[in-house]
């Protein structure tokens, strides 16, 4: 009777477990998408811009590369199917825009980023954001310090682990520290996804 009721303890174990995953996977998959890409470009860009979107599939090994890159890499469930959009003015290529989604203690975050053509940043936007800490003044004194970083730069902000901020983010950030730490993890996952799934497409706009 005991062995039976310890069986059926785990079987309800696994069986939560099995929806957790799948739920968190759904979620990501729902919120890992730029949820209005004309919006974003005038937040971002502020212009008459045109854009395209490119599809790529993200995979274990994109996450392992990742990995190869930075102290940290994208969660499991974000081995799928991702949207990169390329902005264009005058007919010439302008920049990208793309969405990320970050679990916090206060529930999921979704940022908006805009991305240079070197692939630095321009700057990002809360689509999604339940914490109070995530108001304009806030995104603006971020936006002031990671604009046109690139990935080596932003980890310069961070501990070597990827924990924490250095000595310079916490003179950075000095008033947001945990949102800004978030942030900044963000930041360098879309950079590096961005270059390695995106490759092929990327070296294809920069010889046309």
Same mark, same amino acid.
């Given at each position: 009777?005991? *062995? ?12 939560? %477990? +099995? ?6 996977? #759904? ?8 949820? *209005? ?6 937040? %971002?860009? @502020? ?5 395209? $979107?490119?599809?790529?599939?993200? +995979? ?8 190869? !890159? ?5 969660? @499991? &469930?974000?081995? &799928?199917?991702?949207? /990169? ?12 825009? @793309? ?21 630095? /940043? !321009? $700057? ?6 339940? #914490?109070?800490?995530?108001?304009? +003044?806030?995104?603006? #004194?971020?936006?002031? @310090?990671?604009?046109? !970083? ?5 980890? %310069? %902000? ?30 360098? !996952? ?16 920069? &010889?046309?």
């Amino acid at each position: 009777m005991v *062995d039976v009721m310890k069986k059926n303890k785990i079987y309800v174990l696994v069986l939560l %477990l +099995t929806v957790e995953f799948f739920t968190l996977s #759904s979620a990501y998959a729902a919120f890992c998408s730029l949820r *209005d890409p004309v919006s974003a470009i005038q937040i %971002l860009y @502020q212009g008459d811009y045109q854009y395209r $979107s490119m599809v790529a599939t993200v +995979t274990e090994q994109d996450r392992l590369a990742v990995k190869d !890159k930075l102290p940290f890499t994208i969660h @499991q &469930s974000e081995v &799928s199917k991702h949207t /990169l959009y390329v902005l264009y003015k005058d007919g010439k290529h302008a920049g990208f825009l @793309q969405a990320r989604s970050e679990w916090a203690k206060w529930g999921l975050v979704e940022i908006a980023w805009g991305i240079n053509i070197d692939r630095s /940043l !321009k $700057s990002f936007y809360f689509q999604r954001c339940r #914490s109070p800490e995530c108001n304009d +003044t806030v995104v603006q #004194s971020i936006n002031k @310090q990671v604009h046109n !970083k690139n990935i080596e730069e932003l980890k %310069l %902000l961070l501990s070597t682990d990827g924990e924490a901020l250095s000595e310079t983010g916490e003179r950075a950030f000095s008033t947001s520290p945990v949102l800004a730490l978030l942030v900044l993890r963000s930041a360098l !996952k879309t950079l590096a996804i961005t270059d390695i799934s995106w490759e092929k497409d990327i070296k294809k706009l920069e &010889s046309s």
